[in-house]
């Protein structure tokens, strides 16, 4: 435990020496809440509400790409990045820490949409709702942030910018979470279920507007969850393998 928390204070202080970085992430959301949901779902009440959702998700995938992706493969080419690796405690402690630190980033990140989404729009959510959604979007941190962290470790650093780029709108795409959530046609809602975000946006939905969430959704998104932790772990290990021996 000692060892974890080390890591997260680690993880805090690296993050505040640039703060510049982190503030365009955190307000990048917001602007995409100002062009998509704002003019076509703002007066809408249940609508508002759940395209606020949806956003709090990407803004999710966001933080997850820039800290885990393009971070990743800017400390595997540098002396610091390597010296940080050979420090006690393994892959656990470290990784649990960048989870951590996604997690407060989250919630800094969602206090914009938030206050756009009151000030812009009818959204509609008690305080009870608000606390139950905010607890399922930081629980939407870890699958997201697992993807990441494998992309990160099994890629060249030099692909991994791109590949952690495209990701986030790719899977928002494919996740439907773009689209109705309770349409039941289309592409889009036949393979919706079975990508790693789904199951992670229906329980916020579900949190926020009453959607009823889907036992194929949830079930992926749990064999995504430990599956992805395996790739990760694995990533995490063959790189080592490969700087070290």
């Known amino acids: 435990m000692k ?6 204070k680690f993880e805090i202080l690296e993050a505040v020496r640039i703060p510049a970085v982190f503030i365009g992430l955190l307000f990048m959301p917001a602007g995409g809440m100002l062009v998509f949901v704002v003019p076509t779902l703002g007066d809408d009440p249940r609508a508002a509400t759940m395209g606020t959702a ?16 393009m971070g990743i493969a800017d400390a595997r080419m540098k002396p610091w990045g ?3 690796r050979t420090l006690p405690g393994g892959p656990v402690p470290r990784m649990v820490s960048m989870v951590t630190l996604s997690m407060l980033m989250t919630l800094l990140g969602a206090i914009p949409l938030v206050l756009v989404a009151a000030v812009a729009t009818r959204a509609d959510a008690s305080l009870p709702e608000l606390l139950l ?3 399922a979007v930081l629980l939407a941190v870890i699958p997201f942030a697992l993807l990441m962290l494998a992309i990160g470790y099994a890629v060249n650093p030099y ?4 590949l952690t780029s495209i990701a986030p709108l790719v899977l928002v795409v494919l996740g439907g979470l773009l689209a109705d959530p309770r349409s039941t046609d289309g592409f889009i809602a036949v393979i919706a279920p079975y990508t790693p975000v789904r199951g992670s946006a229906e329980l916020v939905w579900a949190a926020v507007g009453g959607y009823t969430p889907q036992p194929t959704s949830l079930i992926a998104q749990g064999v995504w969850t430990l599956a992805l932790a395996f790739l990760a772990y694995r990533a995490y290990r063959a790189d080592e ?4 021996r």
């Open 54 to 69: 949806s956003m709090c998700l990407f803004a999710v995938l966001i933080i997850c790409s820039a800290q885990y992706g």
């Open 159 to 162: 692909l991994v910018a791109t």
């Open 82 to 84: 390597g010296y940080v």
């Open 241 to 244: 393998g490969r700087r070290f």
């Open 133 to 135: 959604g905010m607890g």
């Open 3 to 8: 060892m974890t928390l080390a890591y997260v």
